[in-house]
């Protein structure tokens, strides 16, 4: 039979009627003839709940217990919806990620998944298992121990199972009925949009969209799944949501297909850096051995041998960066007068294919932003997207004066 995969985050899994409901939904899948798995998160809110728990307890704990404990919430989501399903007489049972097995690496709390071997799943379905409730966001490393893949990992979990089982299609539920120009939550003028390019989501996802996990458009991308976002709310709709496919298959798109925003940034920025062969190296090499995320970079000009260098990161790595270039300093690698940091900004990045053969979008981004009296503060760009780093309060002004001067509530 077809095997179909359909995930649900934690809004659709939030209570007992909400699993009822997403189970129907599974159900008529299987009356439809296919075989499914399903890929569950944890209930909402369960997930950060376990978070404040491991902090609570250990704030230097051990990346090992983290993921044990991380990752439980998806383990009772599970059940619950195998229990629910053989309630209406279909043939299901839970999955843990070491059972089936999901072999991830060994980087507890943003494990990458290697391999999904099929043969289990696959065996339980020839003996006439219809549902396979996979618990997502987990797996298990190459040492035995419970491994976790970063935040919102059930998407990459979802999808990596319809590339090693060749479903005929990835549905990723969620409380949104698609992927919109920018958050729907921000500004009622979002758009939802009926197909997006990979290349456009992936620079949405990981320039703040949270709809998909960055990894899953990457995978998907990667391995051809044919991935769509829809509500698990709205009545059955074989047409709902939004396809993610190749850029071929959109016949006419914008030149900007959205903006995005990632709310908790931070600026740092060393003063008075020696400007000299290696400072680069000799800055950036202790930040990443800290683990510090650094996105946007810029140098200023120098004047007389010092210079001043300024970088982005997420605002809960800020304690990182400074102890980090603390430790540089005092062991002489990197000499610099001060290390200033902003942890008021917000990053907005408007994307789209067409920025390829279309100029001036940067031009009228600076032009809108202006006109609003707000102040850019970093600037980055690549071949579809330009981001700019602004006073946090600035943010949702920011992206709806973005999302009014490219008209993307028109279609
Ligand atoms: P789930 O729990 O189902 O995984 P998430 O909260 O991770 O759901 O992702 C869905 C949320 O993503 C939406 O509620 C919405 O606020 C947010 N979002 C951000 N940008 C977009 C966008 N461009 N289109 C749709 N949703 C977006
Ligand atoms: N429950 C996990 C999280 O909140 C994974 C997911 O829902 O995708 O990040
Ligand atoms: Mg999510």
Sequence with gaps: ????????????????????????????????????????????????ELVGWVGDTSPMYDAREYDAIVSSGENVT???????????DIPARSWQGWQVPVKTTSAHSSARINEIPNDNIMEKFGEGMRVAVVAGFQGVSPEGRITTLGRGGSDTTAV??????????????TDVDGVYTTDPRLTDKARKLDKIAFEEMLELASLGAKVLQTRSVELAMRYKVKLRVLSSFEEYDPEAGTMVCDEED???????????????????????????????SAIFTPLAEAGVNVDMIVQNISEEGRTD???????????????????????????FHDLVADTDVAKISVVGIGMRSHTGIAAKMFDVLSAEGINIKVITTSEIKISVLIDRKYMELAVQALHDAFELEKA
């Design 78 to 88: 599970a059940g619950l919806m195998a229990l629910r399903l053989q309630e209406m």
């Design 250 to 280: 959109i016949m006419e798109s914008k030149v900007v297909a959205g903006v995005a925003y990632q709310r908790d940034e931070a600026k740092m920025t060393l003063i008075s850096v020696a400007d000299r062969p290696g400072i680069a």
């Design 1 to 48: 039979m077809p095997i179909l995969v359909m995930k649900f985050g934690g809004t659709s899994v939030a209570n007992l009627d909400r699993i009822a409901r997403a189970s129907k939904r599974v159900a008529r899948e299987v009356a439809n003839g296919y075989d499914v798995i399903v890929i569950v998160s944890a209930m909402s809110g369960k997930t950060n």
């Design 309 to 335: 260098m300024t970088f982005s990161c997420p605002v809960d790595q800020v304690a990182r960066a400074e102890r980090a270039m603390a430790e540089a300093k005092d062991s002489g690698e990197i000499n």
């Design 160 to 173: 990596a199972f319809a590339a090693a089982f060749e479903a005929e299609r990835c549905d990723i539920y």
